[in-house]
């Protein structure tokens, strides 16, 4: 589990709109975990949202970007283990 992972996802986000259609189809978490770890990432909801602010997203448009998965995640982990906190995160 990854920064890179993470900044690689929102990449790949922006720039795939068949991965991107994918992703925003999921119709619960557990789906949306199963498809970005087939896909090879591998992150958590953390890493993602520094991913997108060191991309200069703000957190709305993280949201948009990702297809709502960050606010759908909380407070559960995408495609990780151990999570980094217990606790949740949004």
Known sequence: MSF????AFIIRMKTNEEFAKKIT????VEECEAVVQQ???NF????LKD????MGLS???LERVVGGIIHN?????IALS??????PVR
Do not use: K, M
Request: hydrophobic share 25%; aromatic share 10%.
């Open 51 to 54: 991913a997108g602010q060191s």
């Open 4 to 7: 890179e992972a993470a900044r």
């Open 44 to 47: 958590t909801v953390t890493q």
């Open 73 to 77: 995640a909380a407070p559960r982990y």
């Open 25 to 28: 189809a999921c119709q619960d």
């Open 59 to 61: 957190n709305d448009e």
């Open 82 to 87: 151990p999570p980094e906190s217990p606790y």
């Open 39 to 41: 896909a090879g990432f």
